[in-house]
Each structure stands twice: as structure tokens, then as C-alpha cells.
């Protein structure tokens, strides 16, 4: 399984990226994908997850309201828009898998992570 992240980059506070991350190695359209975030000196935390069709999506409470995580089984990519951009918000975004079908993982049952996208959010 390879999830290659990217759209990452700096973005003054207010502002927006668009994440994506390219899915390999299993069959998309049948995963639950999840976006997590690690920043400097802190653990990885979970950001948002999606059904694999799409049905229900998840976030944490910090993120509610400003991310969007969506996908497209066809491209075999998963996209989080971010807006209004924290400085808080700074850290690497990784994308990351499962390693079941058809089911949602809770935040520690994700097995397979992408290299993640650096978002810096600075004046």
C-alpha cells in the first residue's frame, strides 16, 4: 500500500490549502481513509475520516467547521480542504489506511501512512 500526501505548503492565517493524498496498493473504494496531523514536539492526532462510500465523515472538535475531508473512488484519492487556517494548525499532514474493509477504525487502528505535507501557517 503506498498514500502519497500533498498540497501542503505556507499559508498566511486565513487562508486555505486543498490536501491531497494518491492511494496504491489496495482497493480504495473499499477503506474508511483518515487524515491525521502531527505537530512540532507533539503526538499525531486525528484530524477527519470518511466512509468508503462517501456516506459519513468524521472530524475533531478543533478542526469542525474550517476542514473537509472528501474523496474520489474513481481517482483513488482522499482530499482535505482546509480553511481558515490556524497558526495552530501547523504541522505535517499525513493520510493514512486501514488495514480491514468496510469498516470505520477508531483513531489508533489505522495501519498503513502516507510520507504526510508539511502545512506551515505563519505571517
Known amino acids: 500500500v503506498q498514500l502519497q500526501a500533498s498540497g501542503g505548503g505556507l499559508v498566511q492565517p486565513g487562508g486555505s490549502l486543498r490536501l491531497s493524498c494518491d492511494a496504491s496498493g489496495l482497493t480504495f473504494s473499499k477503506y474508511t481513509m483518515g487524515w491525521f496531523r502531527q505537530a512540532p514536539g507533539k503526538e499525531r492526532e486525528f484530524v477527519a475520516a470518511?466512509?468508503?462510500?462517501?456516506?459519513?465523515?468524521f472530524y475533531a472538535d478543533s478542526v469542525k467547521g474550517r476542514f473537509t475531508i472528501s474523496r474520489d473512488n474513481a481517482k483513488r484519492t482522499v482530499f482535505l480542504q482546509v480553511n481558515s487556517l490556524k497558526p495552530e494548525d501547523t504541522a505535517v499532514y499525513y493520510c493514512?489506511?486501514?488495514?480491514?474493509?468496510?469498516?470505520?477504525?477508531?483513531?489508533?487502528?489505522?495501519?498503513?501512512w502516507g510520507q504526510g505535507t508539511l502545512v506551515t501557517v505563519s505571517t
Open positions: 493514512a489506511a486501514p488495514r480491514g474493509t468496510y469498516y470505520i477504525p477508531r483513531s489508533n487502528e489505522y495501519d498503513y
Open positions: 470518511i466512509h468508503w462510500t462517501a456516506y459519513s465523515t
